[in-house]
């Protein structure tokens, strides 16, 4: 299985990027998949997950209506719209999936998932 992230870089406050994860050996499609985010010296922060059967999604109050989780079930990849980013948003960012099925409580929890990609860095600044 593995995970491969992208679409990090360098933006100013307010501009937007999309980060994209392309899955091999594992299908994205009705599998908990999410997006975490971790600054040096901080623990890794589920900001954005999604159930397999979309039924639950889950978004950090820091991002919640900024940035939109979603996948292509036909390109077996996964994405994350970010908007509006601010400074705080800078972090490495790392897309993970699982064969388990947590809770809407519990899919921000980073040990729900088996499979991480490599992190991808996200900086905000002007």
């Known amino acids: 299985v593995q995970l491969q992230a992208s679409g990090g870089g360098l933006v100013q406050p307010g501009e937007s990027l999309t980060l994209s994860c392309v899955a091999s050996?594992?299908?994205?499609?009705?599998?908990?998949i999410g997006w975490f985010r971790q600054v040096p010296g901080q623990e890794r922060e589920g900001i954005s997950c999604i159930s397999g059967s979309d039924s639950g999604v889950y978004y950090a109050d820091s991002v919640k209506g900024r940035f939109t989780i979603s996948r292509d079930v036909a390109k077996n990849t996964m994405s994350l719209q970010m908007n509006s980013l601010k400074p705080e948003d800078t972090a490495v960012y790392s897309c993970?999936?699982?064969?388990?099925?947590?809770?809407?409580?519990?899919?921000?929890?980073?040990?729900?998932?088996?499979?991480w990609g490599q992190g991808t860095q996200v900086t905000v600044s002007s």
């Open positions: 050996g594992f299908t994205l499609d009705d599998n908990a």
């Open positions: 993970a999936a699982t064969y388990r099925v947590p809770t809407v409580q519990t899919m921000r929890d980073p040990a729900q998932y088996d499979y």
